[in-house]
C-alpha cells in the first residue's frame, strides 16, 4: 500500500461515486456481496477488502493504494483482521524473520506494521518531502508532472490534487524542511536531509530535532539515562501504558543526575506523583510521548545493566514480548539518531551517541564490550564468562572448548536445561557452540593482529625519516616515529612509537580532547 500524498484526504466514499465517476470506461465483471461486519459497510472498502483477499488465496500479491497516511494503516487493519488464515511453520518463521529485520532498521517496527506483517499484510507511505529531498522532483513542473502519474489524480479532481498539492508544500517550508532558490526550484534543508537519511517521517524528525537541540544546549554527561532517553524508539510510543506508580518509584531511586536529566527533557516530578496518585492518564500529546519515552528509558537502562528480559517485565508490569520489542528497536532507532546528528553536523553528539551505541548492542555493561562482540555470546554469557576468569578476547581464543562447556551450562536459563536421556543430546549442542564461539574469537583475534602488524609496517616504512607521521583511520590511532642511533648498537635503528589515542574531539590538542600518549620502542 503507499500513500500517494502527506496531505490527507478522505478516498471516494462509496460505490455508486465511482461507478458514476469512471462509468464511461468501466464495465462490471462481477458483484461483491454486502457484508454482515460493521467495519465493511461502506461498498468501497467492502469491495477492496474482499478482492484483496480473493487475490492472495489464489497465490498472488495485491497491492492497494489509498489516499492518506491513516488510510494505509487502517486498510491493513481490515484486511489482516479479515484474512484469518492458515500457514505452516515455515511460513510463519519467515514471516518472523521479515520481522525481526524490520526492527533491526534505523526507524524500529511501526507498531501497526509489527502486527499487520504476521498475517501478510503491510503497508508503506511515499511522502512529497522524500520526493524532493532526493531530486526526484524539484521545479514546480516536475511536481506537477509527478503527482499526475499518481493513481490519486485520476481519483479527484485535478484542481482539488492541486490544492492538495500546495497546501502539503506550505507546511513543508513552514516546517522549515523545503525553501525555495532563485530558479524558483524547491531545495530540501540540511533538517529534511537529516529526516530522510535517518528513516524519520516528517513529524518525528521534528520531534527529534526539537530533542537534540535541548540536548546540545545542557547533556548530562554524568550519568547514562540521557543516552538511553534519546535512544528510546518513537514509535513505540502506546505500545505499553504507564504505570505511574512504577515510574515514581525509579523516580525516587534516581541520583542527582537522574533528576536532571529528568528536568532537561520536560518531565515535572509533581505531575508523575499526581498521576501516581489519581490513577488517571496523560492525553495523546507531545508531553506524553516524552513522559512515555522515559518510562521506556528506564526499561532500556535495565537491560543495558544486564538485567534479563523476564526480570525486567515483571519490575515494569508489562509482558515479555515488548520488552523483546524494544531491546530489538532500539539499536536500529540509534543508528538513525547518530546519523541524524551527523547530517546535522553536530559531532560532539554524534561521538557521545556512538560510545554509548556499543553498550547498546552488547545490552552490557562497558566492561564487557569487547566479549560481547564475539558471536553466540550475549550479555549473560559474557558476565558468566568474565566472572570465570575469561576476561578478553585472546583468553577465550586461547581456550579449550571442553573448558569453556560447563560455563555455558552455567549461563544457560533453568528453564533450557535438559536432564535424563536428553542430557547427553543438550551437551553435544552446547559443544557445538563452545566450539563456535572460540573459532570466533581466534578469527576476531587474527583481525585485531593484522591490524597491529599493519601499524608495525608503517613503523617500518617511518624509519626512512625522522618524525614522520602515519594516521590510521581505521584504528583512529596516530603514530609517530622517531628514529636515530642505538648507543649500545651503532649500527641499529631504533624506532620509537608515539602512539597517540583521541578522546571525544579527534585530530587536534585541547583541555577537553587532548592525547593518551603511550610509547614502546623496537
Wanted: net charge positive; proline share 3%; with cysteine.
Amino acid at each position: 500500500m503507499a500513500d500517494q500524498s502527506k496531505a490527507d484526504h478522505a478516498a471516494v466514499s462509496s460505490a455508486d461515486e465511482v461507478a458514476k465517476k469512471f462509468k464511461s470506461r468501466v464495465t462490471p465483471v462481477r458483484w461483491i456481496s454486502k457484508s454482515g461486519f460493521k467495519e465493511l459497510q461502506n461498498p468501497v472498502t467492502n469491495v477492496v477488502v474482499s478482492l484483496a483477499i480473493e487475490t492472495a488465496k489464489a497465490g498472488f500479491g495485491a497491492l492497494i493504494f489509498c489516499s492518506n497516511r491513516k488510510g494505509c494503516e487502517t486498510l491493513a487493519r481490515l484486511v489482516s483482521r479479515a484474512r484469518g488464515e492458515d500457514i505452516s511453520n515455515q511460513v510463519f518463521e519467515q514471516r518472523k524473520e521479515v520481522l525481526a529485520e524490520l526492527r533491526s532498521l534505523p526507524t524500529g517496527v511501526d507498531e501497526t506494521l509489527g502486527k499487520t506483517v504476521m498475517r501478510g499484510v503491510a503497508f508503506h507511505r511515499i511522502a512529497l518531502l522524500e520526493v524532493i529531498t532526493v531530486r526526484l522532483a524539484t521545479h514546480p513542473i516536475a511536481i506537477q508532472e509527478y503527482v499526475r502519474r499518481t493513481l490519486l489524480f485520476h481519483m479527484i479532481e485535478a484542481q482539488e490534487l492541486d490544492l492538495m498539492v500546495e497546501e502539503a508544500i506550505r507546511q513543508l517550508m513552514a516546517d522549515g524542511f523545503i525553501e525555495v532558490d532563485n530558479s524558483g526550484s524547491y531545495q530540501a534543508t540540511q533538517l529534511s536531509r537529516a529526516v530522510v537519511s535517518s528513516y524519520m517521517t516528517p513529524e518525528d524528525g521534528l520531534f527529534v530535532h526539537g530533542e537534540l537541540r535541548r540536548a546540545l544546549q545542557a547533556f548530562v554527561m554524568d550519568g547514562e539515562l540521557h543516552v538511553f532517553y534519546l535512544f528510546t524508539p518513537i514509535q513505540l510510543n502506546g505500545m505499553t501504558e504507564i504505570d505511574w506508580q512504577i515510574f515514581r518509584r525509579e523516580m525516587e531511586n534516581l541520583d542527582d543526575s537522574g533528576m536532571r536529566v529528568l528536568r532537561l527533557i520536560g518531565v515535572n516530578p509533581g505531575l508523575v506523583n499526581k498521576m501516581a496518585n489519581s490513577g488517571k492518564s496523560l492525553p495523546e500529546t507531545e508531553e506524553r510521548l516524552i513522559y512515555h519515552r522515559c518510562y521506556l528509558a528506564f526499561q532500556l537502562r535495565d537491560l543495558c545493566d544486564e538485567t534479563p528480559i523476564h526480570t525486567v517485565a515483571q519490575r515494569y508490569r508489562v509482558t515479555t514480548g515488548s520488552v523483546q520489542t524494544l531491546s530489538q528497536c532500539c539499536e536500529g532507532f540509534a543508528a538513525g539518531m547518530i546519523q541524524f546528528c551527523d547530517r546535522m553536523g553536530w559531532g560532539m553528539l554524534k561521538s557521545v551517541l556512538e560510545h554509548m551505541g556499543d553498550r547498546l548492542k552488547a545490552g552490557a555493561r562497558a566492561d564487557l564490550l569487547e566479549l560481547a562482540r564475539i558471536p553466540f555470546v550475549k550479555s549473560r554469557t559474557a558476565r558468566v564468562l568474565w566472572d570465570n576468569g575469561f576476561r578478553s578476547l585472546l583468553a577465550v581464543a586461547e581456550a579449550d572448548p571442553k573448558d569453556l562447556l560447563p560455563i555455558l551450562l552455567l549461563a544457560q536459563p533453568m528453564k533450557a536445561r535438559m536432564y535424563g536421556h536428553d542430557e547427553d543430546k543438550y551437551q553435544q549442542k552446547m559443544m557445538l557452540k563452545a566450539e563456535i564461539i572460540v573459532g570466533a574469537a581466534n578469527r576476531l583475534w587474527g583481525m585485531r593482529e593484522s591490524e597491529n602488524n599493519g601499524l608495525i609496517r608503517a613503523a617500518s616504512i617511518g624509519c626512512m625519516a625522522n618524525d614522520r607521521q602515519v594516521f590510521n583511520s581505521k584504528s583512529k590511532l596516530k603514530l609517530t616515529f622517531e628514529n636515530h642511533l642505538c648507543p649500545r648498537y651503532p649500527r641499529r635503528i631504533r624506532v620509537d612509537v608515539n602512539v597517540k589515542v583521541p578522546y571525544l574531539r579527534r585530530g587536534r590538542r585541547s583541555e577537553v580532547g587532548g592525547w593518551r600518549e603511550a610509547r614502546s620502542a623496537r
